[in-house]
Structures are given as C-alpha cells and as structure tokens.
C-alpha cells in the first residue's frame, strides 16, 4: 500500500530534504516579517500596516531588532547545515528533535491563548488588528521549531 512519503523517496527527496525546504520558506517568511517592520519604524512607508500592528511592545524595539536578526543568522545557518549535510545541526539528534517538537507545541499553543486573551481584551483588535502580525509570526517560529525538530528525528545518519 502506498504511503504519502513515497513519492519523496522516488525523487530522491527525503523527508529531512523536505523538512529544510519548508525551513527555508519559514526563513523567508520570518525575514519579511522583519523587513516589514524595519520598512514601518523607520521609513514610515504608506503600503504596510502601522508600527501598533507589528510590535506588542514588550521587548523594545532597539532590543528586539537585534534578537530577530540573531534568530535569522541561526535559522540560515541551521538550514545550509541540513542542506548541505555538514556542519553541527546536520547531527542527527533525535531526542533533541522530540524536545524541539514538545516545546514547539507548548510555544504554539500559548499563542493561541495570547491571541484568545488580546482579542478578547481588545475586541476591536480582533482578526487582523493590531498585535496580530507578532503572533501570527510566533507560529512562524513555532512550526519552524517543530519541523527543525521533526527532522533531526528522520535523518538517516547525517545522509542529507
């Protein structure tokens, strides 16, 4: 019986492969959350929603630019390891990728009550208002963390 990873294996895309390509998407998507909101506190630009949207304000925003950036060097750095196959993050650590994936849903499902609070809290906020985009990018985050995880569990000893 077919299984939905068979196609992979065909293609010679394992699912550690697989993993990396949606870690690379996570990336992408991570670094224009944070292009977006240096483009609104800096240039004020008329095409992106207002700083309130992007920023719950509680780690200022000189602080918490640096610390995305440091997230971003360590999201590249652990995807070109799992890419390339080479480097420390390419080990594979499964009972660190379990841990990854238990703290992922811990992350994920705080906010969601992050969110559930602040909209209830705040309803004209609700759906898309302000503070929505740093949770919204918080699952980003969290779902990199799961898949980071769940590769580290379905690595064949360190074959990309």
């Known amino acids: 019986m077919p299984t939905p990873t068979d196609g992979l294996r065909l293609n010679r895309l394992g699912p550690s492969q697989h993993s990396?390509?949606?870690?690379?998407?996570?990336?992408?998507?991570?670094?224009?959350?944070v292009?977006?909101?240096?483009?609104?506190?800096?240039?004020?630009v008329p095409f992106l929603p207002p700083m309130p949207h992007w920023y719950s304000?509680?780690?200022?925003?000189?602080?918490?630019?640096?610390?995305?950036l440091?997230?971003?060097?360590?999201?590249?750095?652990?995807?070109r390891d799992l890419a390339q196959g080479q480097g420390w993050f390419q080990?594979?650590?499964p009972r660190l990728g379990r841990v990854l994936q238990y703290f992922s849903y811990g992350y994920a499902l705080v906010m969601v009550m992050r969110y559930g609070i602040t909209m209830s809290l705040y309803p004209e906020r609700r759906w898309?208002?302000?503070?929505?985009?740093?949770?919204?990018?918080?699952w980003?985050?969290?779902?990199?963390?799961?898949?980071?995880?769940?590769g580290w569990g379905h690595r064949s000893g360190g074959q990309p």
Do not use: D
């Open 20 to 33: 990396v390509a949606w870690m690379w998407v996570l990336t992408l998507l991570f670094l224009l959350r």
């Open 35 to 44: 292009l977006g909101q240096v483009l609104v506190a800096c240039c004020q």
């Open 57 to 68: 304000g509680l780690l200022p925003y000189p602080l918490l630019l640096p610390s995305q």
């Open 70 to 79: 440091l997230i971003l060097a360590l999201q590249v750095k652990i995807n």
């Open 91 to 93: 080990r594979p650590r």
């Open 128 to 138: 898309l208002g302000e503070g929505t985009i740093p949770i919204v990018f918080h």
């Open 140 to 150: 980003v985050l969290a779902a990199y963390l799961w898949l980071w995880g769940w």
